[in-house]
């Protein structure tokens, strides 16, 4: 049997690879509306969408975005930065959880489409460390109640990577522990 990484009806997921060089060129606003139209048909807690995104093509915004983020100094480099946010208020309940979950589905579903669109992305964590949120909500300049969970770096990939998947059977369990 073939490895599923080789199945060309789930290249979407197993040739989607974090992507820290790219080219330079821009990205069509056609592609964005894409990725944010795939973004937008993730599924949600009580269908309360709480995601929220700032798109970010200033080359010193995504260096300023890039200074609090250690491991992300390539996001200046990208042609775009989507940063997900999530809106504490619009989360079913008011609950951080529910918002973290449904924008977290949302960021998967962007990174997809992005790699079937011949973009490469890397998503960059923000969200729990403080330090990184509050950097980013000042650099963005976000409200009150929206909380900065992650940064897309996004653009045409600069590096090839192939196609895996880090399927681990010792992390599967049947029926009880």
């Known amino acids: 049997m073939s490895k599923p990484e080789d199945n060309p009806a789930l290249d979407c997921i197993f040739g989607r690879r974090s992507i820290r060089k790219y080219t330079g060129q821009p990205v ?4 964005i509306e894409i990725l944010l139209k795939a973004a ?9 969408d709480p995601w929220r ?13 890039s200074r609090g983020l250690p491991n992300g100094r390539f996001l200046s480099d ?6 997900v946010c999530g809106d504490r208020n619009a989360a ?4 951080e959880g529910y918002m973290v979950q449904d924008c977290t589905a949302a960021l998967e579903n ?6 079937q669109l011949g973009l490469g992305t890397c998503w960059l964590g923000v969200y729990p460390r403080e330090e990184r949120q509050k950097h980013v909500a000042a650099v963005l300049k976000l409200p009150k109640g929206v909380e900065a969970l992650a ?8 590096e090839e990577r192939s196609a895996r ?7 599967v369990h049947y029926e009880t522990w």
């Open 28 to 31: 069509e606003d056609e592609k």
């Open 40 to 48: 937008m048909a993730a599924p949600s807690a009580v269908a309360k």
């Open 53 to 65: 995104f700032v798109l970010v093509r200033d080359r010193e915004n995504l260096r300023n975005l």
């Open 78 to 83: 990208a042609a775009l930065g989507i940063v």
């Open 92 to 95: 079913h309940g008011g609950l």
């Open 110 to 115: 962007m990174l997809i489409a992005a790699h």
């Open 151 to 158: 940064a897309v770096a996004v653009g045409y990939p600069g």
């Open 165 to 171: 998947t880090r399927y681990n059977e010792s992390f």
